[in-house]
């Protein structure tokens, strides 16, 4: 599509041809003025069928945007290990503030605390917001297909490190991507006695205004629990354990003897 900007000379089916004053990409509201008004006219590029001057549509995306690319990375991620690197593996995490999460893809051994860094290999949310690329030399909005060509011409000697099998990830992040995608991720960390991870995987939501995930609780990656420490595992033991007797569904019914 072609870029549009104050000045950008438009066409409506109602008002004819007009030039635009002023251009919000965020909200997708435009403002324009036709012929000899004085007055602009504000137009949504969703729903009022804007045009350029050669008929040519002006599309605004209805869903609100991604604000992280996780979801993109799992996709990317599943088709790669379907074609037999199975030993590549994305780990994300919260960032202190809580307000994004960052992303980092690795390979070779699956050592989820020790990870290797190449250049281009990871990112954040924050950095995705004000552009939405991996940075791999993609472009925005790249099908999985695309990101997947793309990641291989930028560091092919990288990606060649995660040929292999490793049968038992490769199936639990099927079963994740599976749940999540494409809407949710998942999310990993550190887990401390000040903030220990709850019982299950946790799930984030990769657009704004989606409610929280309410599917059944994930597991954790194969491996992930190496990364506790013994009194992490006895509380979540203790987690586990926990049976509430004191309430009987109401679609139970009991026989009663007096």
Not at 230 to 254: G, K, Y
């Amino acid at each position: 599509m072609k870029p549009i900007a104050p000045g950008t000379v438009i066409f409506h089916r109602h008002r004819g041809y007009g030039v635009l004053t002023a251009v919000n990409l965020l909200s997708g509201w435009v403002a324009a003025r036709f012929g000899d008004e004085k007055r602009t006219l504000d137009l949504n590029l969703s729903t009022d069928e804007v045009q350029h001057a050669d008929g040519e549509p002006i599309l605004f995306r209805r869903t609100p945007p991604e604000r992280m690319p996780h979801a993109r990375l799992m996709a990317v991620v599943r088709d790669l290990h379907a074609a037999g690197y199975q030993k590549l593996y994305l780990y994300s995490w919260p960032k202190a503030s809580g307000l994004h999460w960052r992303w980092q893809l690795f390979t070779g051994p699956r050592n989820w605390m020790q990870r290797p860094w190449r250049e281009g290999w990871y990112g954040s949310g924050a950095d995705y917001n004000f552009n939405p690329v991996m940075g791999w030399g993609d472009a925005p909005g790249a099908s999985t297909a695309e990101l997947i060509e793309a990641l291989a011409r930028f560091d092919p000697a990288g990606l060649a490190n995660a040929l292999g099998q490793d049968e038992d990830h490769t199936a639990w992040f099927a079963s994740v991507c599976d749940a999540l995608l494409p809407n949710y991720a998942y999310s990993l960390g550190a887990d401390t006695p000040e903030q220990p991870l709850p019982l299950y995987l946790p799930v984030i939501a990769v657009r704004q205004r989606l409610p929280d995930w309410q599917g059944e609780g994930l597991a954790y990656p194969p491996g992930w629990e190496k990364t506790w420490s013994p009194d992490s595992l006895q509380r979540r033991q203790q987690q586990r354990a926990v049976v509430r007797h004191d309430v009987i569904p109401t679609s139970w019914s009991l026989p009663l003897e007096f």
